[in-house]
T-cell receptor
């Protein structure tokens, strides 16, 4: 099955700095890579996702890059703000076809703290 | 956006009793729902895939007789923790795909979670 490794486990930055979180995956058939933000006691919220036919995607201060050859993808947050503080999870999934349709395998999570 | 609800949000039960958690897709039909378990400061671990009208598919290491899943309609899946023990205490979260035009959306919509405490 799929295995997703996420680093770092904790990340502390000053407000305005950039934050980068990296993930690697093992299943070359995975083709969908979402990133989630989870605040304490709440549901994961999708912040950005990327499909395997795209190398990079950006949405305002958030961007994701994907290297299919190396099987890794990264989340980039620029101009960080204190409200960005949360736990971030990467995930990988194989969608469309096969018995593992839609299953998300999550990384271990990164606790991001943005200091004012 | 799609909305997934869970009930109850919090439940405390005594060891040996059973607890049922409901997951509902409020504004769309979901043929597939997923149940996750999350320990404090840990990641989400997939427990099982709930399929409407058929048996759930459990992940390796998850006891199907302990975690009973029923997906009787296109908007409701239930997880019953049977003979609960303190080690079953956890945050349980469900999610669902929204089917659109025969092509499923890639996005999973998560429920708000249920905090189970077994005393």
């Amino acid at each position: 099955g799929e295995n997703v490794e996420q680093h770092p486990s904790t990340l502390s930055v000053q407000e305005g700095d950039s934050a980068v979180i990296k993930c690697t995956y093992s299943d070359s058939a995975s083709n969908y890579f979402p990133w989630y933000k989870q605040e304490l006691g709440k549901r994961p919220q999708l912040i950005i996702d990327i499909r395997s036919n795209v190398g990079e995607k950006k949405d305002q201060r958030i961007a994701v890059t994907l290297n299919k050859t190396a099987k890794h993808f990264s989340l980039h947050i620029t101009e960080t703000q204190p409200e960005d503080s949360a736990v971030y999870f990467c995930a990988a999934s194989r969608v469309a076809g096969g018995t593992s349709y839609g299953k998300l395998t999550f990384g271990q999570g990164t606790i991001l703290t943005v200091h004012p | 956006g799609a909305v997934v609800s869970q009930h109850p949000s919090r439940v405390i039960c005594k060891s040996g009793t059973s607890v049922k958690i409901e997951c509902r897709s409020l504004d769309f039909q979901a043929t597939t729902m997923f149940w996750y378990r999350q320990f404090p400061k840990k990641s989400l671990m997939l427990m099982a895939t709930s399929n409407e009208g058929s048996k759930a598919t459990y992940e390796q290491g998850v006891e199907k007789d302990k975690f009973l899943i029923n997906h009787a309609s296109l908007t409701l899946s239930t997880l019953t923790v049977t003979s609960a023990h303190p080690e079953d205490s956890s945050f349980y979260i469900c999610s669902a795909y929204k089917q659109r035009n025969r092509v499923s959306s890639y996005e999973q919509y998560f429920g708000p979670g249920t905090r189970l405490t077994v005393t």
